[in-house]
């Protein structure tokens, strides 16, 4: 591996591959996972729904899956380690690899890959073909075709790109990534099994240990296998040749029934190492090590280690962190990688019947009646996730309403007796219900959990006593306190990330079951983390007026003295509304913007009370406080039934003298914006180009007020000049499961028109790059299918010259970069770009650092370039994306995301926390969402 000597500490070793030994006999089998919180109805039509109304979210069935899970079972036993392979001091082996060739493949032959095509999408064709080729990129499927193709396995990577996708201009620096290389030696082909059980076993404890017995009757014995808990087994090469036919089954007893259970195991097909199978074979073995091993709680993808809960105490808010990491093990370019990302969940230390009790009083304080207080409790209870800790593995659940006709003396049936909620916990964990009289919780099972069996519900009933809220309330997150010193744990710098990442490798690969694993499947991990080649691109050149400047660390940019390079008309009126009582604090701030914003060409009338007839005039209103009721009301009113530009500044922020100048200077900055001026430009002379360019930014935001969250608000902002100095905004809304491909062709329509009207030239852009954000998990072959071809058209039917680039832009994933400095790591500088390594092989993606932060480690953001028809270079492409990203005028400096992305976000945003409707037409040439 690259980077030099090895760091001190190290994430782990390479393992060693020694041959294989006759089999032994089984381990015992697994540990039972942990009991549901609630058992079920004998009848899953016996749950009964809350009585009350409660307004909640309409979730979408849960399809089948295969959730990680723990291995185990039967298979060919591994050598156990001998004197020569224990570790270190150090952590490290001591004696050298003994490598051995791969077998010869088994009489059964692997089945032939199906590949099925995108109708958008062509296959990667040979280099000497490119030009015959559309620009979109390739989905391949992978055989069987009943499975599902992910995200991760589409290929999106535009034909342009075929023969190289990485950029050459900027300095060539060192990166340190949070990926662990993977070395192995491993067989040829892994065996997939298909599992089937008839009738269909919904208990995963009992699937696991019929799978281990049947295999131990065929002298299979772990760690050769790894079951993935529902239909899949992975096993090795030399196991599976053991195996005289290609289907075995054995019928197992269940509960005293006649019947029984009959477990069929049949040979599917062999999996080449390069194949998707092969990550998920790696993951489910990996949850393994993790669950069953260490002992950690998965919760969603993450696991989490309660023995070492953080406790945060401010105030009256007590919070526990579980410390913990998300992995994965992945293809990328640099080949299989594991990941490995801190992670913290956030447990308030409370319990859902107080929160419910609270919630009541708060409504009969407001003097609502008994039912009406009952009901707007569980209004507010819904949607939120709990958390169980009494079984012997934390479960999560998502709230979907109170039942205020059932208590813990509910009765249902346990097996064949019938038995009470409080009787049922007495029993089985030894837990005594204080409160009887406490309602129960309707719940839904989220995570891995949530896989639907046939003919059986996940709904069930919890006891509020028993459950604990998980995340932060607005109250806490307003608590300046408390985010500091949450921000002192889980905001880790680089260095300490680094740390703590070496000691989980450590951890992890210096366990005895761990390293059983690791030497059966011929398994190795490098011993530091992973150093990728990335460039340190120039800085953005911007222009204000005639001065041209770029951004600098660490002094940034200065503006105050500056005139804005666009500059904006100033109002023909101003209306001022402030309390009573703030009549001298009011006088003060306007004298103070008056002054610091002569510079920018800030030249106001006197401010007095003015009907407002034109759309140059704005209102300014200070709030006694931040209450968001009054604000929306304002904004409604502002943005929709009298559309005027406004701004709206708190009381307790002009209230410090010592920085009212600076707020002052702030405020006259977003007004300047928001009537139309620009403070400065891009300067697009460095990217030797001359096309006409249009920049297009999309995101979504959750609409607040709708109930269940049923739909979300969708903003589209657009550049109208090369410069980046004007914009036009326009906002729809999404129902849940609709495709919004024709609305944004509308939208962009719409722009193109605008971009035409405004340009000197009367004509379309000769290039649109849309940057896409708000993709979620498993959206992204609709947004190929849909909003790509959508787009093109609507492009396509305005100018046939105009070529399009379509970038998704990707902000949460689990990616970090350090950079070495001295003995300790530090965040890379700004405007460090990585396209090799750790991006994937099926995509043209890469990674920027735009921002600089002070706390925590630096998150780069992800550009996957899906369509690419324009003649931009790879390093034209993220020198204007990165240009983009300085081009957010309420900020002195970088943002993570392109301009026209951070202001579809306030904008949607504004919509969907306070206005809930469209906004008029008439305010979309302003920003009037700073």
């Excluded at 009959?262 to 080449?272: D, G, N, P, Q």
């Excluded at 995101?699 to 410069?723: E, N, P």
């Excluded at 994933?813 to 700004?830: A, D, I, L, Y």
């Amino acid at each position: 591996m690259s980077g030099g000597p090895p760091r001190r500490g190290g994430v782990g070793r390479t393992h060693h591959i020694r041959p294989p030994t006759a089999p032994s006999a089984a381990p015992p089998s697994a540990a039972p996972p942990g009991a549901v919180a609630v058992p079920h109805q004998a009848q899953p039509s016996s749950i009964v729904q809350p009585v009350h109304p409660v307004a909640r979210p309409t979730y979408q069935e849960a399809r089948p899956h295969h959730s990680p899970a723990s291995s185990g079972g039967t298979g060919e036993k591994s050598p156990s380690p001998t004197s020569s392979d224990r570790l270190g001091r150090d952590g490290r082996r001591r004696d050298r690899i003994n490598r051995r060739d791969p077998p010869s493949p088994p009489v059964l032959s692997s089945a032939p890959r199906d590949l099925t095509t995108s109708p958008i999408m062509t296959r990667v064709p040979a280099p000497g073909m490119r030009e015959a080729m559309p620009p979109i990129g390739t989905l391949s499927l992978v055989s069987p075709a009943a499975r599902c193709i992910s995200d991760e396995e589409m290929s999106t990577r535009p034909v342009k790109f075929h023969q190289r996708k990485t950029g050459s201009q900027g300095q060539a620096v060192k990166v340190i990534a949070n990926y662990v290389e993977i070395h192995s030696n491993w067989d040829a082909f892994v065996a997939l099994f298909d599992v089937q059980f008839q009738p269909d076993e919904p208990n995963r404890k009992l699937r696991r240990e019929f799978v281990e017995q049947l295999l131990r009757r065929e002298n299979i014995v772990a760690p050769s296998f790894v079951y993935n808990g529902r239909n899949m087994i992975f096993m090795r090469f030399a196991a599976a040749a053991l195996l005289q036919r290609a289907t075995h089954q054995m019928t197992f007893a269940r509960g005293g029934e006649a019947q029984g259970v009959t477990c069929l195991i049949t040979l599917a097909r062999m999996v080449k190492s390069g194949e998707p199978e092969i990550d998920q074979f790696l993951n489910n073995m990996k949850n393994h090590w993790l669950q069953d091993i260490l002992q950690l709680a998965m919760l969603g993808r993450s696991h989490y280690d309660p023995s070492a809960v953080i406790k945060v105490l401010e105030g009256n808010a007590r919070i526990h962190l579980w410390p913990g990491f998300e992995t994965s093990f992945a293809n990328y370019d640099g080949g299989k990688l594991f990941n490995v990302d801190a992670r913290f969940k956030v447990i308030r230390d409370t319990t859902m019947a107080m929160e419910i009790q609270e919630q009541i009083r708060q409504a009969l304080r407001n003097r609502m009646n008994q039912q009406e207080a009952q009901y707007a409790a569980a209004e507010a209870m819904v949607g939120i996730i709990v958390i169980t800790k009494y079984s012997d593995k934390p479960r999560t659940y998502r709230v979907m309403g109170l039942d205020f006709t059932k208590n813990v003396e509910y009765k249902f049936l346990k097996g064949t007796q019938e038995t009470t909620l409080r009787a049922y916990f007495q029993t089985k964990y030894g837990i005594t219900i204080k409160d009887a009289s406490q309602p129960l919780i309707l719940a839904e099972e989220t995570g891995q959990a949530r896989f639907k069996v046939p003919g059986q519900d996940r709904k069930l009933y919890l006891v509020p006593e028993l459950c604990h809220p998980t995340g932060l309330t607005d109250e806490m997150r307003a608590n300046f306190r408390l985010m500091k010193t949450m921000a002192e744990h889980t905001l880790q710098p680089p260095e300490n990330r680094r740390v703590k990442t070496e000691d989980f490798m450590a951890k992890l690969l210096s366990h005895p079951d761990v390293e059983k694993f690791t030497d059966s499947w011929q398994l190795g991990f490098a011993n530091d983390l992973m150093t990728v080649n990335a460039r340190q691109m120039q800085p953005v050149a911007l222009q204000q007026g005639y001065k041209k400047f770029s951004y600098q660390l660490p002094r940034g940019m200065d503006l105050r003295s500056g005139k804005f390079h666009v500059e904006f008309r100033n109002p023909q009126g101003i209306f001022f509304a402030y309390p009573a009582d703030a009549g001298r604090l009011a006088y003060q701030f306007l004298e103070e913007m008056k002054l610091v914003g002569r510079p920018m060409g800030w030249n106001p009338p006197e401010t007095e009370r003015y009907e407002y007839d034109n759309d140059r005039n704005i209102v300014i209103v200070m709030l006694q406080t931040k209450h968001k009721g009054r604000y929306d009301e304002i904004k409604y009113l502002l943005c929709k039934e009298l559309p005027v530009l406004s701004q709206c500044v708190v009381r307790k922020t002009l209230e410090n003298q010592k920085n009212l100048k600076t707020v002052a200077t702030k405020i006259a900055m977003q007004i300047g914006c928001k009537l139309g001026g620009a403070p400065w430009a891009l300067d697009v002379s460095r990217f030797n180009q001359r096309a006409n360019i249009m920049f297009l930014g999309v995101d979504t935001f959750h609409d607040s007020g709708a109930k269940g969250g049923t739909r979300a608000a969708v903003a589209v902002v657009g550049t109208m000049d090369t410069a980046s100095t004007m914009y036009v905004s326009r906002a729809f809304f999404q129902n849940a499961r609709q495709e919004i491909g024709d609305q944004l062709a509308n939208c962009v329509g719409y722009m193109l028109e605008e971009y035409k009207a405004t340009s000197k030239e009367k004509r379309y852009p000769d290039t649109v790059i849309f940057y896409r954000d708000g993709v979620g998990a498993g959206q992204l072959k609709a947004v190929c299918d849909n909003e790509v071809c959508a787009i093109e058209q609507a492009i396509k039917a305005k100018s046939a010259t105009t070529l399009m680039a379509f970038v998704v832009v990707t902000k949460r994933h689990n990616t970090r970069f350090m950079v070495e400095s001295g003995k300790e790591m530090q965040n890379p500088n700004p405007g460090v770009v990585v396209d090799e390594g750790v991006t994937k092989p099926n995509r043209m993606d890469f990674y920027i650092v735009a921002q600089s932060v002070r706390q925590g480690t630096v998150s780069p953001t992800y550009y996957n370039v899906i369509y690419d028809s324009t003649l931009l270079t790879v390093d034209q492409i993220q020198q204007l994306t990165y240009a983009q990203c300085c081009m957010y005028f309420n900020w002195t400096g970088p943002v993570k995301v392109p301009a026209p992305c951070q202001y579809a976000h306030k904008l949607a945003f504004l919509i969907g926390q306070s206005i809930h409707d469209s906004p008029s037409e008439e305010m979309s040439n302003f920003l009037y969402y700073l």
